[in-house]
């Protein structure tokens, strides 16, 4: 098998599907929903040894590898796959969790650069806050209350917000703390379809309500009704985002993994670029 030729197929969302519960079983925690969802949008590639399917991978319009998963029989081709995968997919960076430990192994091995990028984290502890009184589910007629309580909050594009927040209502995952019309927080407790068990929660706070608590008390409020479903609360921020990492952390919170951002050299041979 060692000396078999590799190769890299580009349309391959067949390929990609069928080895998606695969890929997922070999994760030692669950993947953030949001990056899963990204990775699922990339452009999907078959990878070949000998012209037998290996594995798979996506890579987006940014040139981010967002996938890269090679079956157990496979294991010892999954750097020179990666590597070929770098060359021929004009592949800029990649993202990975270290909740992937053979992508993670593959990628540290060409690596010229490694950087935390995303926080994943897992409900671990006592809250030091108390859930909130009086949170209401967002009906369907809050959609457009919601999308511009979000796009002037976080600055998000209203074309994506507009399906985003209305599949969250159909799916009633999301809750508002609000006086009379006025927002000042909006919950999210996302259950996954592709990961048993798993909620990942999420939630926007008004400017000016922030630094007071709110962001702690509704995750608090979200745990409890993650875990009154017999659901494993998850969330996620940026590394660089401090506020919102202190709110989750008085929730109850801990970072036990983290997604990473991984450079490479210009080959992708691990050989830093030159100027």
């Known amino acids: 098998m060692d000396t078999e030729p590799l190769s890299v197929r580009p349309d391959a969302a067949s390929v990609y599907d069928e080895q998606h519960a695969a890929y997922l079983a070999q994760l030692v925690a669950p993947m953030d929903d949001m990056w899963a969802a990204f990775a699922d949008l990339a452009a999907p590639h078959a990878l070949?040894?000998?012209?037998?399917?290996?594995?798979?991978?996506?890579?987006?319009?940014?040139?981010?590898?967002?996938?890269?998963?090679?079956?157990?029989?496979?294991?010892?081709?999954?750097?020179?796959?990666?590597?070929l995968v770098l060359s021929?997919?004009?592949?800029?960076?990649?993202?990975?969790?270290?909740?992937?430990?053979?992508?993670?192994?593959?990628?540290?091995?060409?690596?010229?650069?490694?950087?935390?990028?995303?926080?994943?984290?897992?409900?671990?502890?006592?809250?030091?806050?108390?859930?909130?009184?009086?949170?209401?589910?967002?009906?369907?007629?809050?959609?457009?209350?919601?999308?511009?309580f979000q796009a002037e909050e976080i600055g998000a594009p209203r074309d994506f917000l507009e399906g985003y927040v209305?599949?969250?209502?159909?799916?009633?995952?999301?809750?508002?703390?609000?006086?009379?019309?006025?927002?000042?927080?909006?919950?999210?407790?996302?259950?996954?379809?592709?990961?048993a068990g798993v909620a990942h929660l999420?939630?926007?706070?008004?400017?000016?309500?922030?630094?007071?608590?709110?962001?702690?008390?509704?995750?608090?409020?979200?745990?409890?009704?993650?875990?009154?479903?017999?659901?494993?609360p998850h969330c996620s921020t940026e590394v660089s985002n401090l506020g919102a990492r202190r709110a989750i952390e008085r929730a109850g919170f801990r970072a036990e993994h983290r997604l990473l951002r991984v450079n490479f050299g210009r080959s992708g041979t691990g050989e830093r670029d030159t100027a």
């Open 88 to 148: 021929e997919c004009g592949v800029a960076h990649m993202m990975v969790a270290t909740s992937d430990p053979h992508a993670l192994s593959s990628a540290l091995k060409l690596a010229t650069h490694v950087e935390p990028h995303t926080l994943l984290y897992a409900h671990v502890a006592e809250p030091e806050v108390t859930a909130l009184d009086g949170l209401a589910p967002a009906r369907p007629a809050d959609h457009q209350r919601i999308v511009d």
């Open 48 to 83: 070949l040894v000998g012209g037998e399917v290996a594995g798979c991978c996506s890579v987006d319009e940014q040139g981010q590898l967002l996938r890269f998963h090679v079956l157990p029989p496979f294991g010892e081709r999954a750097t020179d796959l990666l590597r």
């Open 166 to 195: 209305r599949e969250r209502l159909e799916r009633r995952e999301l809750l508002l703390l609000q006086d009379g019309e006025h927002i000042r927080c909006v919950g999210e407790l996302r259950r996954d379809p592709q990961q």
């Open 202 to 232: 999420g939630l926007i706070v008004h400017g000016p309500e922030r630094g007071r608590g709110v962001g702690s008390a509704m995750l608090t409020s979200l745990v409890a009704r993650s875990r009154a479903d017999d659901l494993s």
